[in-house]
């Protein structure tokens, strides 16, 4: 049961062009999502996040949007550059579970390599 | 960066043998996770611990055990490895269990023949 999904395994953009990388979940009871990025032989790097309370989150030059009613959110890199390529992970967490305690796990989605190409 | 160590960072064993994964964080959190990275899957965990001694299972723990003796370590044992258990494996700590990020180390590499 893949409760959060990336459906495009690669992407290949320009240098100074937009990367949109998106990501679907399925559990309504997420309240938390972030972005990691990362590059080979290394551990992933916490990128940005964005509560569900909010729709929009920005740092730089990447922004985050969430849309609840579609449970779907997406990266956006502007503008992009070589070093931008590596893997890029959506997680979600959920803050409590059904007995009212902090559960606070991350579901990773798959993955989707970005390519930045100069 | 989070003063995050896994050790070792790659190992080749054989079928049937045990292994032991450790991490040492420098940063006094009190939530440590194990993942693994397998192609096609993302980061699945494995077990996490929410203080010294106190430990949960995750999503794939089945063949895997752990321990928290210290704050600062946080050790993943395959009792008996298989080859379904070849991955990579990546330990994290988090400050607070929701709405903050988690860090990761740089992963241990390992293959079980």
């Known amino acids: 049961d893949q409760q959060v999904k990336q459906n495009s395994p690669s992407l290949s953009v320009q240098e100074g062009r937009i990367s949109i990388l998106n990501c679907d979940y399925t559990n309504s009871m997420f309240d938390y999502f972030l972005w990691y990025k990362k590059y080979p032989a290394e551990g992933p790097t916490f990128l940005i996040s964005i509560s569900s309370i909010k729709d929009k989150n920005e740092d730089g030059r990447f922004t985050v949007f969430l849309n609840k009613s579609a449970k779907h959110l997406s990266l956006h890199i502007v503008p992009s550059q070589p070093g931008d390529s590596a893997v890029y992970f959506c997680?979600?967490?959920?803050?409590?579970?059904?007995?009212?305690?902090?559960?606070?796990?991350?579901?990773f989605g798959q993955g989707t390599i970005l390519t930045v190409h100069p | 960066d989070a003063g995050i160590t896994q050790s070792p960072r790659h190992k080749v064993t054989e079928t049937g043998t045990p292994v032991t994964l450790r991490c040492h964080q420098t940063e006094n959190h009190r939530y440590m996770y194990w993942y693994r990275q397998d192609p096609g899957h993302g980061l699945r965990l494995i077990h996490y611990s929410y203080g010294v001694k106190d430990t949960d299972k995750g999503e794939v723990s089945d063949g895997y055990s752990v321990s928290r003796s210290k704050t600062e370590d946080f050790l993943l044992t395959l009792e008996s490895a298989t080859s379904s258990q070849t991955s990579v494996y990546f330990c994290a700590i988090s400050s607070q269990l929701s709405n903050q990020p988690q860090h990761f180390g740089d992963g241990t590499r390992l293959s079980i023949l």
């Open positions: 997680a979600a967490n959920r803050a409590y579970n059904a007995g009212g305690t902090s559960y606070g796990k991350l579901t």
